[in-house]
C-alpha cells in the first residue's frame, strides 16, 4: 500500500509540475501588460521600463517562471494588481468559503443519492426505481441558475424562511451564516443527486447479480445484514471515487451557483481576476485549483484502492 502512494504522489507531483508551467507560459500570452496595468496606460516609457526591471520582467521567461514557482510553494504568491493587497489572505479566505459550501453540498446531496440509489437498485424496473430515475435527470437537466432562482422564488420572496443572498461576513462563524448556506447547497445537490444516484444503482444492480451475494441471500441471512457486510463495500466503489473527484469541482468550479446568491468564494475570485487581468491572481487561483482537484484524485486513489486489494496489488 505505501508503494503504491508513494507512486502516485510522484505522480501528482508532476502533474502539478506541468500544470504550472502551463499556468504560467498562458497567463504571460494574455494581452496586456503588467508594468502598463500597475502604472496607468499613460506612463513613459522610461517608467515603464523602471518598472519592469524591478518587477524582474526584463529577465527571461524561463528565469521569471522559476522565480516565480519558487515564492508560491514558499507562500509568498505576491500583490493583486487590481486590490494591492497580499494574494494569500486573500485567496484563503475564499478557500474557506468554497469548503464550507462545498462541504455543506456534499453532506446534504451524498448521503441522499447513495439511499436513493440503492432503493432503485433494490426496486429496479419499478415504478419506484422509475420515478427515482426520472426525478433526479429532471433535477439534473434544469440550469443551475435556474434552480437557483426558483429556489430563491420559493424559500426566499416567497415563503421569507431564507436569505436570498449568501453575502458573507468574513469574520462571522459557521453558526452565522449556515442560513446564507442552505439555498446554494441545495441548487449543488440536485446537480450531484442524479449522477451519484445513478453510479449507485448501476453499481448496486451488479453486485446483486454476483455469486456470492445471491449465495447470501439463499443462506437466509437477513436483507439489512447481506446490504451492509455484502452489497455496500463492493457497490460504493464506483460512487466513493466520483465523490472524491467531485470535491475539486465543489471548490473550484461553482461558478454559476455563486453568481446567482453572491457568494463570495474561490470560483467569483477567479471570474474577477480574469476580468481585470490580474495575472498574479490568476495564476495563484487557478494553481490552488489545480492543486486541490489533483489531491482530490489522490484521495480517490487511495479510498479506491483501500476498498479494493485488487488494484494497490497490481
Same mark, same amino acid.
Request: charge should be positive.
Given at each position: 500500500?505505501?508503494?503504491?502512494?508513494?507512486?502516485?504522489?510522484?505522480?501528482?507531483?508532476?502533474?502539478?509540475?506541468?500544470? $504550472?508551467?502551463?499556468?504560467?507560459?498562458?497567463?504571460?500570452?494574455?494581452?496586456?501588460?503588467?508594468?502598463?496595468?500597475?502604472?496607468?496606460?499613460?506612463?513613459?516609457?522610461?517608467?515603464?521600463? =523602471?518598472? %519592469?526591471?524591478?518587477?524582474?520582467?526584463? %529577465?527571461?521567461?524561463?528565469?521569471?517562471?522559476?522565480?516565480?514557482?519558487?515564492?508560491?510553494?514558499?507562500?509568498?504568491?505576491?500583490? +493583486?494588481?487590481?486590490?494591492?493587497?497580499?494574494?494569500?489572505?486573500? *485567496?484563503?479566505? %475564499?478557500?474557506?468559503?468554497?469548503?464550507?459550501?462545498?462541504?455543506? &453540498?456534499?453532506?446534504?446531496? *451524498?448521503?441522499?443519492?447513495?439511499?436513493?440509489?440503492?432503493?432503485?437498485?433494490? =426496486?429496479?424496473?419499478?415504478?419506484?426505481?422509475? @420515478?427515482?430515475? *426520472? +426525478? &433526479?435527470?429532471?433535477?439534473?437537466?434544469?440550469?443551475?441558475? *435556474?434552480?437557483?432562482?426558483?429556489?430563491?422564488?420559493?424559500? &426566499?420572496?416567497?415563503?421569507?424562511?431564507?436569505?436570498?443572498?449568501?453575502?458573507?461576513?468574513?469574520?462571522?462563524?459557521?453558526?452565522?451564516?449556515?442560513? =446564507?448556506?442552505? @439555498?446554494?447547497?441545495?441548487?449543488?445537490?440536485?446537480?450531484?443527486?442524479?449522477?451519484?444516484?445513478?453510479?449507485?444503482?448501476?453499481?448496486?444492480?451488479?453486485?446483486? =447479480?454476483?455469486?456470492?451475494?445471491?449465495?447470501?441471500?439463499?443462506?437466509?441471512?437477513?436483507?439489512?445484514?447481506?446490504?451492509?457486510?455484502?452489497? @455496500?463495500?463492493?457497490?460504493?466503489?464506483?460512487?466513493?471515487?466520483?465523490?472524491?473527484? +467531485?470535491?475539486?469541482?465543489?471548490?473550484?468550479?461553482?461558478?454559476?451557483?455563486?453568481?446567482?446568491?453572491?457568494?463570495?468564494?474561490?470560483? #467569483?475570485?477567479?471570474?474577477?481576476?480574469?476580468?481585470?487581468?490580474?495575472?498574479?491572481?490568476?495564476?495563484?487561483?487557478?494553481?490552488?485549483?489545480?492543486?486541490?482537484? $489533483?489531491?482530490?484524485?489522490?484521495?480517490?486513489?487511495?479510498?479506491?484502492?483501500?476498498?479494493?486489494?485488487?488494484? #494497490?496489488?497490481?
Amino acid at each position: 500500500m505505501l508503494r503504491y502512494i508513494a507512486r502516485r504522489l510522484g505522480m501528482m507531483v508532476l502533474t502539478l509540475l506541468v500544470a $504550472s508551467i502551463i499556468v504560467f507560459f498562458v497567463t504571460q500570452m494574455l494581452p496586456g501588460d503588467v508594468a502598463t496595468m500597475i502604472i496607468g496606460r499613460f506612463a513613459t516609457p522610461e517608467a515603464l521600463a =523602471k518598472l %519592469r526591471a524591478q518587477l524582474g520582467l526584463d %529577465r527571461p521567461t524561463y528565469i521569471q517562471y522559476l522565480d516565480w514557482l519558487l515564492h508560491y510553494v514558499t507562500g509568498d504568491w505576491g500583490k +493583486s494588481l487590481s486590490t494591492g493587497s497580499p494574494i494569500q489572505p486573500m *485567496v484563503m479566505e %475564499r478557500l474557506r468559503n468554497s469548503a464550507l459550501l462545498g462541504g455543506m &453540498a456534499m453532506l446534504m446531496s *451524498v448521503p441522499l443519492a447513495i439511499v436513493l440509489g440503492v432503493i432503485a437498485a433494490f =426496486k429496479r424496473n419499478s415504478w419506484v426505481d422509475h @420515478l427515482i430515475s *426520472v +426525478s &433526479a435527470l429532471s433535477l439534473e437537466g434544469l440550469p443551475e441558475f *435556474v434552480t437557483g432562482l426558483f429556489l430563491i422564488g420559493v424559500f &426566499a420572496l416567497g415563503l421569507h424562511l431564507l436569505p436570498a443572498s449568501s453575502d458573507i461576513d468574513p469574520e462571522a462563524g459557521f453558526v452565522k451564516i449556515l442560513p =446564507k448556506l442552505i @439555498l446554494p447547497s441545495l441548487t449543488i445537490t440536485f446537480v450531484m443527486l442524479a449522477y451519484v444516484a445513478r453510479m449507485t444503482r448501476s453499481s448496486t444492480i451488479e453486485v446483486l =447479480k454476483t455469486d456470492y451475494v445471491r449465495t447470501a441471500f439463499l443462506k437466509g441471512l437477513p436483507r439489512r445484514e447481506v446490504l451492509i457486510r455484502h452489497v @455496500l463495500r463492493n457497490a460504493l466503489l464506483p460512487t466513493v471515487t466520483i465523490v472524491a473527484i +467531485s470535491i475539486g469541482w465543489l471548490i473550484g468550479g461553482l461558478i454559476v451557483t455563486e453568481t446567482v446568491f453572491g457568494y463570495p468564494s474561490l470560483g #467569483r475570485l477567479l471570474l474577477f481576476s480574469i476580468e481585470r487581468r490580474d495575472i498574479p491572481l490568476i495564476q495563484a487561483v487557478t494553481m490552488l485549483i489545480v492543486t486541490i482537484y $489533483s489531491l482530490s484524485n489522490l484521495i480517490a486513489d487511495i479510498l479506491y484502492a483501500y476498498l479494493n486489494p485488487r488494484i #494497490r496489488l497490481s
